[in-house]
């Protein structure tokens, strides 16, 4: 593996990350169906830029969740994934009312960095309303640093969601 000077990248090279050799990609997409509601939207009734943001994370838990990750038992032992990247491409607005799809997968592990992917569609999928793609980093909670590894939980869980 290469080592990243994406100077834009708020993770730099460091001794105390692990660089492990396995790396997957899901080919399957995680469905996570929503509503445009009122609270959701400004005074013109288009769904507020950061609203789509809540929806990525509301999925990508969701997802953990459907394969046997539950955020907040990861949290009790002591792991946080945090957001360190967002890349977000808007390309038509929702409005209140509509409804949509937001499909996620991992589309990259390496050590113990996650990379997920994002599209949100209508629900007849003719639709593309947002792409994105954000990466994740484990955290030690106590310490407040990168982790060496993925807890092996993590770490299988999400392996076998690429099988």
């Known amino acids: 593996m290469s080592e990243n000077t994406d100077i834009r990248s708020p993770i730099h090279p460091d001794s105390a990350i692990e660089k492990l050799s396995y790396q997957a990609m899901s080919a399957n997409w995680f469905e996570y169906p929503i509503v445009v509601y009122p609270h959701q939207t400004d005074y013109g009734g288009i769904v507020w830029h950061g609203t789509y943001l809540t929806w990525m994370e509301e999925a990508r838990v969701a997802c953990l969740k459907s394969i046997g990750i539950d955020f907040a038992d ?90």
């Open 74 to 163: 990861l949290v009790a032992m002591g792991c946080d994934l945090p957001v360190v990247d967002v890349s977000i491409c808007y390309r038509r607005a929702l409005k209140m009312g509509e409804s949509a799809i937001v499909k996620t997968r991992t589309i990259n592990m390496e050590g113990v960095r996650i990379v997920w992917e994002y599209e949100i569609q209508s629900v007849d999928q003719e639709i593309t309303y947002l792409t994105g793609m954000v990466t994740l980093v484990a955290v030690d909670r106590e310490k407040g640093k990168i982790m060496r590894q993925l807890p092996n939980t993590v770490k299988d869980a999400l392996v076998k969601m690429w099988e």
